[in-house]
């Protein structure tokens, strides 16, 4: 849906979980052997909490963007409390990084990945699209971390036009019934 680069680190499996769903076909990859596959899920009870971890990041995507939660969805605290994560040091240069203690599960990586990427302040830069029939998920890279749409070529030109359109509609209006 988005020309934009996949998010850094560990965000790009977070990025691409919420981007199985798309809303505006309403097509599903995770109900696809071919769209588990990236992510390691069985059809099933797997399936299911995937997409309902899915739906949970989508919402705080769009609370980093802005845009208040247009479904009611389970906590994505609760969602990931169960998934343990261990503290790596490196022996080397004694630097500490998160990883999930049992990498199989798909909550225990993204729980890493959020994580990490809160730690090292990325997190709120993964946002959601403001168009109500995308909701893509996009790495926000502007200097002032305030991008709204998933492509500015697509989801942003049409809001700028329904925009135009409607002051143009609000002005043309007034102009015909003599009102200023």
């Known amino acids: 849906m988005n020309d934009r680069a996949p998010a850094p680190?560990?965000?790009a499996l977070v990025q691409a979980l919420v981007n199985t769903l798309d809303l505006e076909t309403g097509a599903d990859a995770l109900d696809t052997s071919e769209g588990r596959a990236p992510f390691g899920l069985a059809p099933g009870a797997q399936t299911r909490a995937a997409q309902e971890l899915r739906e949970s990041l989508r919402v705080a995507c769009l609370a980093h963007a802005g845009h208040g939660p247009h479904a009611t969805v389970p906590a994505l605290t609760?969602?990931?409390a169960g998934a343990p994560l261990l503290v790596l040091v490196d022996a080397e240069d004694g630097s500490a990084s998160l990883a999930p203690a049992d990498p199989a599960p798909l909550v225990s990586r993204v729980a890493a990945a959020v994580a990490q990427a809160a730690a090292a302040g990325t997190w709120g830069r993964l946002k959601a699209c403001e168009a109500p029939d995308c909701h893509w998920a996009y790495y926000d890279r502007s200097?002032?971390?305030r991008s709204r749409w998933c492509a500015m070529g697509v989801c942003g030109a049409r809001a700028k036009m329904r925009a135009y359109r409607a002051?143009?509609?609000t002005k043309g209006t007034k102009g015909t019934t003599g009102e200023r």
């Open 9 to 11: 680190g560990g965000l």
């Open 78 to 80: 609760r969602l990931l």
């Open 143 to 145: 200097p002032a971390g």
């Open 167 to 169: 002051r143009k509609g």
